[in-house]
């Protein structure tokens, strides 16, 4: 029994060390893999930010527009792209200098086609994006709707759950549907004003203010519009149009009654065709505080110079 | 105040009352102090402000919480007034007649110089009762919208959900005209007035001289003098004669 038992504990010992040592060598092997690609991936941007990295480069476009070309590596390393991509996989054709000439023509040209190199990786959130109003806004050429970069920027691309980015939705969607100008080439109400001063927008902006690393729970524009794939509010399928808004109301109010639906004010400033009730309530309260007041205010004035008309003549109180 | 007016005193308001007026004081406070901040989110003091109550959902919790306390205590005075009237005890005297109207220009006349004589008062003046009631109307509105707003889903149930905008609309307007009226009328008659400066001490000692009432709620003197409860007092060279108690 013993030698037996001697022979099966060397022969554990050996099996365990050669396994020991093939992970020790697989690890040396990973890592220095990992640490080479890391390092080339580094000395390759050091090679672009070589120039790029230089404050104040602009790039004139034949169009005779001009845009900034430089890339602040601290911003660019705390991007969400920051450790995974390098300039390469975004410009893969200007890894030698000189740089292949641009194409485009405008800045707007040069966005659109920068694009495309987006949804090489997010071809999901690229293929919602061309059936939505403004994907299909942007094949018809119009020049205001946005492509990837307006809304998610490019080198300083932030993680889109980030609680700031969503506390900002509101304010980054309203630089273009807050904007009255733009709003009516398409027909469109700037809805922004009227959103911030809605319960849900009350409720982003002092989160925004006072708690920006919470996300906050009242309902920005994508909870209702949805993200990608924003339909036309006029589209029966999109998730505000009349048939669907209650259902959509009650993905945050799940006990919201059938008649919840009308407590939203459609981003309208309350007026006789616009949820009139809330008019009447405004103008009723117009009415009665400078109403009251006043009269509390000639009351006060009177007494106090009665008493004082006394006290000057001398007569008691 | 008490060296001003030395003499006998006589009890105006019970402990009762008095703990409520303390503790209305507190809710009133605490709910414009958490709920303006709330109403002008867009401005430099409300964001200090919720920022120090630990943002907008503390902000929240602290005005849901005074304002549940503000609705009991309603309910408890709703209750104190009917037990009141039941037991036969004299707390009706708030309701608002015809006489309060006629009070109103009366004083305006005399204030204004039209009149030489004040109008008499009862036990409670016009002032005092339109205080009284701008209390309850701004407490039912505050309560009633302020629900409607925290239980919408609710509402949505049985009425139309535009009352929720609307209840929020009619919340801040409210909320304007009562923190506004107190700043401009109670404290004027309970701390600016020249007779009362720095502050009307009734409210808290229970007590007011019955010099002070004489001249300020002669009625209420005449009748707690018929009653045998005031000593009347020796007639003053400026003292109009004892005005007569209308029939109750």
Known sequence: MKPEVAVGRRRLLAVSLVALAGTVALLTVGVGTVVAAAAGAASQEEGCLACHGAAGLTLTLPGGESFPISVDPAVLRRSTHGSALTCATCHPDHTRYPHPPLTARTLRDYRVARAQICTTCHSQEAGQFAGSIHGRALVMGFPDVPTCTSCHGAHDVVRASAPAFRNNTPQLCGTCHGDPQIMARYGLLPVYEAYTREFHGVTTALYKLTKPYSPTPAAICYDCHGVHDIKDTEDPAAPVAPRNILTTCRRCHPTAGRFFASAWTEHKTPGPGASPLVWYVQIFYRVLIPAVLGFLAVLTVLDLSRWAGDRLKGRPR | ?248
């Not at chain 2, 102090?33 to 401005?43: A, D, E, H, R, V």
């Not at chain 2, 036990?123 to 009762?129: T, V």
């Not at chain 2, 139309?160 to 009619?170: D, E, N, T, Y």
């Not at chain 2, 209420?220 to 060279?237: C, W």
């Open chain 2, 1 to 248: 105040m008490r060296s001003r007016h030395p003499g006998p005193a006589v009890q105006r308001f019970t402990l009762a009352q008095r703990i409520e007026h303390f503790l209305l004081i507190i809710t009133f406070n605490v709910l414009a102090f958490t709920g303006l901040p709330q109403k002008y989110f867009f401005t430099g003091w409300a964001e200090r402000i919720i920022r120090l109550m630990g943002g907008i959902e503390t902000t929240r919790l602290i005005h849901r919480t005074f304002a549940v306390l503000l609705i009991l205590q309603s309910f408890y005075h709703i209750g104190a007034v009917l037990a009141a009237r039941r037991a036969g005890r004299e707390r009706g005297t708030m309701s608002i007649t015809f006489r309060d109207v006629r009070d109103v220009l009366l004083d305006i006349a005399y204030l204004a110089g039209m009149r030489r004589e004040r109008p008499v008062f009862g036990r409670y003046d016009y002032r005092q009762k339109f205080e009284y009631w701008a209390v309850v109307w701004g407490t039912a509105i505050m309560a009633t919208t302020g629900l409607i707003m925290w239980f919408p889903e609710f509402l949505a149930r049985f009425l139309p959900g535009v009352l929720v905008p609307a209840a929020r609309v009619a919340h801040g307007g409210e909320a304007i005209l009562a923190v506004a009226a107190v700043i401009i009328w109670h404290f004027y008659n309970a701390h600016f007035r020249p007779e009362v400066f720095p502050m009307d001490p009734a409210m808290f000692t229970g007590q007011v001289e019955v010099e002070r009432l004489r001249r300020e709620h002669a009625e209420e003197y005449a009748r707690l003098v018929e009653a045998g409860i005031v000593r009347p007092l020796p007639e003053g060279a400026d003292q109009p004669a004892l005005p007569s108690v209308p029939p109750q």
